[in-house]
């Protein structure tokens, strides 16, 4: 029995058929929830797949919503990119496509926040395409299985997997197929403590056979991430918080923020020059720490009561809110989790 053979009769069996975007066949639905699990595990997604799908039932309902409707469903999940992109891919099928999704291949992967392997997936499960897919469950099953040596972010090594990937393709049968290499990389063969002794490539693994399963894939050489700090101003004013909101692009693009002041700066003429705000003494918070992928945040909220705002100083990309309100914003985790210490 080949490779294909083995891992679709695994997961007939033994894969998963209950997640709440299988079943179908809607591109908007199938797309949304790939987009989402990129570098995100199942569990997190499904109640944010879940509450988005309410919201945005298809892509017409995402392309009118404004940024920040699209992101306040999306905080909590990271990667706030994604959100934007999914926005504005939204925006370009129904400029450009009718409100169609498209179905080619090419097409797909023009859209904002769309690779390779993602428009494989894609293509798989909503037409029933024949296509390879290579996100990181996968890249770990082959490399396992074929002793595939070498970070898979680099090029000779990618370039030898998507080679893998697409000569082990199935001429039938591909969605369990597909399905089924996700499944095995992300419940047996998994990153740490992989279950081999229930894996249906046993037989043929050289990771396995070798005893190489702890080694591959090679992890990438990291350095130590760098340490980054800032101060946050938290202004109250008669049950009210002022958020910022952040740029477009960048670190929490487009979310609703507290205001960030260099370490060492004057809270009090900060909060004067730029929101024409008059407070009592800051008092310092506890801090804390937010880690992203190149870097580690230190974060010093800094917290004063409000005595008298200057409305004509203030910047119009920031707004008053209750808190009640402002928890229902779209904001980055670590600020909800301040605000929600206030509350």
């Known amino acids: 029995m080949d490779f294909a053979t083995r891992l679709i009769a695994w997961q007939k069996q033994h894969g998963r058929h209950h997640l709440p975007w299988q079943g179908t066949r809607d591109p908007y639905r199938v797309w949304l929830s790939e987009i989402m699990l990129q570098q995100t595990q199942v569990a997190t997604v499904i109640p944010y797949y879940q509450r988005f799908v309410a919201r945005f039932p298809d892509i017409a309902a995402l392309a009118a919503a404004t940024q920040d409707e699209v992101l306040t469903l999306w905080s909590g999940l990271g990667y706030y990119s994604r959100g934007r992109n999914l926005h504005r891919a939204a925006q370009q099928v129904t400029a450009s496509c009718g409100g169609e999704f498209p179905r080619g291949f090419t097409e797909i992967q023009t859209l904002p926040g769309i690779g390779r392997s993602t428009a494989a997936a894609v293509s798989v499960f909503a037409f029933g395409q024949r296509r390879a897919i290579l996100d990181g469950n996968v890249k770990r099953v082959l490399a396992r299985c074929f002793g595939i040596a070498g970070y898979p972010g680099e090029k000779p090594v990618e370039k030898r997997l998507w080679e893998l990937a697409e000569e082990l393709l199935p001429t039938v049968a591909i969605e369990s197929y597909t399905q089924g290499m996700m499944d095995l990389g992300a419940t047996l063969c998994t990153r740490s403590k992989p279950r081999c002794g229930e894996c249906p490539l046993g037989a043929q693994c050289v990771a396995l056979r070798e005893g190489r399963s702890a080694e591959l894939p090679t992890r990438k050489a990291r350095a130590p991430l760098p340490e980054k700090e800032c101060a946050m101003l938290v202004l109250l004013r008669d049950g009210e918080v002022l958020l910022e909101k ?71 990309s920031a707004l008053w809110l209750a808190l009640a309100d402002a928890l229902g914003a779209a904001l980055p985790t670590p600020v909800r989790n301040l605000l929600t210490q206030l509350t």
Not at 268 to 292: C, N, Y
């Open 246 to 316: 952040r740029p477009p692009s960048g670190i929490w693009g487009g979310l609703w923020s507290l205001p960030e002041i260099a370490v060492g700066d004057d809270p009090a003429q900060a909060a004067l020059a730029r929101f024409g705000v008059e407070a009592d003494t800051f008092r310092a918070m506890p801090s804390l720490r937010h880690t992203f992928t190149h870097f580690r945040l230190h974060i010093h909220p800094l917290q004063a009561e409000v005595r008298r705002c200057r409305p004509e100083a203030r910047e119009e």
